[in-house]
């Protein structure tokens, strides 16, 4: 089992930038791929951003050059760093682990709000 735990959501302005953490606890070598996703009331969850066990990185067109998902390995943390904020951004934002074999997002954290005013 794996358990997440984001923080960093909150209030923003427009054009401002905000640092989501996910930190990961229990079987952590049995994670392939860690990511964000987000969804705002009334619209489908979406896919942000996704970091590959080898590094490789992924993004949703929404968020490309605006956005960067990274990790840190020694604290088990993967960090998204978001930049250039827009109203259309806010949403809830919630991070995902696959297995190791990827396929499924098998593990959710709680979800952490952010909220981007014009």
């Known amino acids: 089992q794996v358990q997440l735990v984001e923080s960093g959501g909150g209030l923003v302005q427009a054009g401002g930038s905000l640092r989501l953490s996910c930190a990961a606890s229990?079987?952590?070598?049995?994670?392939?791929?860690m990511g964000w996703y987000r969804q705002a009331p009334g619209k489908q969850r979406e896919l942000v951003a996704v970091?590959?066990?080898?590094?490789?990185?992924n993004y949703g067109d929404s968020v490309k050059g605006r956005f960067t998902i990274s990790r840190d390995t020694a604290k088990n943390t993967v960090y998204l760093q978001m930049g250039s904020l827009k109203p259309e951004d806010t949403a809830v934002y919630s991070c995902?682990?696959?297995?190791?074999?990827?396929?499924?997002?098998?593990?959710w954290g709680q979800g952490t709000q952010v909220t981007v005013s014009s």
């Open positions: 995902a682990a696959t297995g190791p074999r990827y396929g499924t997002w098998d593990y």
């Open positions: 229990g079987s952590i070598s049995s994670i392939g791929a």
């Open positions: 970091i590959f066990r080898g590094g490789t990185t």
